[in-house]
């Protein structure tokens, strides 16, 4: 009798391949001195290129990429951005760090992402962009969101740290405001271990944030180690640029492979109660974290799940928590479906490489549960 555990799924992980792993020696044997960049401006234009964008710079973090946008706009103290309570904190910390107002609003039900007619209500004389987090992998709306921004004046930033291979009625996300922002994570559709990447359109606003990447020193000035301000040190390393243009050649087929594991548990869990990350017409869903949203009037227990997902050796992953609910922010009640949503969702074990027999023991334990509460 086999009485081995299950091999363990994890909630989601890195696609690394010899390709990455030639490039990262290659970095650490020779990117150094002169060559200490080589691999960094040859991620940013690759970025740039799959982007359709003028302007890259490589950070250490989405956050740090935000971070140095938002600072480059010059968002400071009294200001207020418009972003959705649901959200992870990483959206909202450099809004705070530049002394600004997070201003958290409700979003819709069906992309989980920002609500246009709650973000013009919330606008004031003192907001000074709207932040465009593209949940999951959903899309917000940014036809009507960038309507919305020029009619007041107020420009459209897009937090696109989880949206790498969505596109919205031809345009990637990221390319589509005044800057984007993109997450290299661990656990990101393609990864760099840890980066991030700041990207714009806007050639004045790449000078100003080029210019603070680098503590502040403008990349005209002839004299050595002369800061003109004070930056920021948010660089990503080589090394790290160097698995990424790896992930950059393979980005098709990685894309490719999330559509994949996401359209198997579409097709599975379909005659459940339940809804899964949306894809409207004229646009791509990314599909980075495969989530499920119960419906109102089945019942839903998420820690019988989690209990479940723990017992059959598989990671559970609960959907973000309202903003609002954190000790760090003003609670904000209004936010009907905000609060709403997080107690009825999870997101579900998604890799590259993760096999139909993976997949099934997720979706048996999501049947079970459903089945037996419905």
Request: include cysteine; aromatic fraction near 8%; charge should be negative.
């Amino acid at each position: 009798m086999n009485t081995e555990p299950p091999s363990r799924i994890y909630y989601t992980k890195p696609s690394i391949t010899a390709l990455e792993i030639g490039y990262a020696n290659d970095a650490a044997s020779n990117g150094w001195g002169e060559h200490c960049y080589d691999y960094i401006h040859r991620f940013e234009a690759m970025f740039r290129e799959h982007l359709g964008v003028k302007h890259a710079i490589a950070t250490s973090s989405a956050t740090g990429a935000l971070h140095i946008g938002m600072a480059a706009m010059g968002i400071g103290a009294g200001d207020e951005v418009v972003l959705g309570d649901i959200n992870w904190v990483a959206s909202a910390a450099p809004i705070i760090h530049l002394g600004a107002t997070p201003v958290l609003v409700d979003v819709l039900a069906d992309s989980w992402c920002l609500d246009p007619v709650a973000v013009e209500a919330a606008i004031t004389p003192k907001t000074r962009a709207i932040l465009a987090v593209h949940l999951y992998g959903n899309l917000c709306d940014m036809d009507v969101l960038r309507e919305i921004g020029e009619r007041h004046g107020i420009p459209v930033i897009e937090d696109a740290a989880e949206a790498i291979g969505s596109v919205w009625h031809g345009c990637r996300a990221g390319s589509m405001g005044i800057f984007g922002a993109f997450s290299f994570h661990g656990t990101k559709t393609i990864t760099t271990g840890e980066g991030g990447i700041f990207v714009t359109n806007d050639d004045a606003l790449y000078e100003k944030a080029l210019t603070l990447s680098n503590h502040g020193r403008a990349r005209e000035e002839t004299r050595q180690f002369w800061p003109a301000t004070i930056g920021f040190k948010y660089k990503m390393s080589n090394l790290q640029a160097a698995i990424g243009c790896g992930q950059m050649e393979r980005i098709e087929e990685l894309i490719a492979g999330k559509r994949r594991v996401f359209e198997y548990y579409c097709n599975a869990l379909r005659m459940l109660p339940l809804r899964m990350n949306p894809e409207p017409a004229g646009t791509i869903n990314g599909y980075w974290m495969p989530t499920i949203v119960v419906d109102d009037h089945a019942l839903f227990d998420r820690d019988a799940l989690l209990d479940a997902f723990k017992a059959n050796h598989i990671d559970g992953r609960v959907f973000f928590w309202p903003l609002s609910s954190l000790p760090s922010f003003k609670p904000r009640p209004e936010n009907i479906v905000s609060h709403s949503l997080s107690s009825r969702a999870m997101n579900l074990p998604s890799y590259h490489d993760m096999t139909d027999e993976g997949q099934n023991r997720v979706i048996t334990c999501v049947n079970k549960l459903l089945a037996l509460e419905s």
